[in-house]
């Protein structure tokens, strides 16, 4: 049974940091290209940032909205993908999901981040 488990949300003050984790399980880990997604009430599920397999060079994408605040990495061995959130703003607010994909697609059930003072 696939699953990944999101963890790390939260409510933080704008500026602040958090540090989400996706842990995986049921999957061979290092073959799925990872990546964090998140939807705001009445807005469409976005790509904030996507890790590809080490078959795939590891390469690293981000949505323009977070690039140079948000960083995403994946420790195979742990079979864990996280996203470090800095310097968030009030329109980081959104539920935060984990995906894996390769020959199949799968996702996480989805972390709270509410950015606000």
């Known amino acids: 049974q696939v699953q990944l488990v999101e963890s790390g949300g939260g409510l933080v003050q704008p500026g602040g940091s958090l540090r989400l984790s996706c842990a995986a399980s049921g999957i061979y880990f290092s073959v799925y290209n990872m990546a964090w997604y998140r939807q705001a009430p009445g807005k469409q599920r976005e790509l904030v940032a996507s890790?590809?397999?080490?078959?795939?060079?590891?390469?690293?994408n981000y949505a323009d909205s977070v690039t140079g605040r948000f960083t995403i990495s994946r420790d195979d061995a742990k079979e864990t993908v996280y996203l470090q959130m800095n310097r968030l703003k009030p329109d980081d607010t959104a539920v935060y999901y984990c995906?894996?994909?390769?020959?199949?697609?799968?996702w996480g059930q989805g972390t709270q981040v509410t950015v606000s003072s």
């Open positions: 890790i590809r397999s080490i078959m795939n060079g590891n390469t690293i």
């Open positions: 995906n894996a994909n390769f020959n199949s697609d799968f």
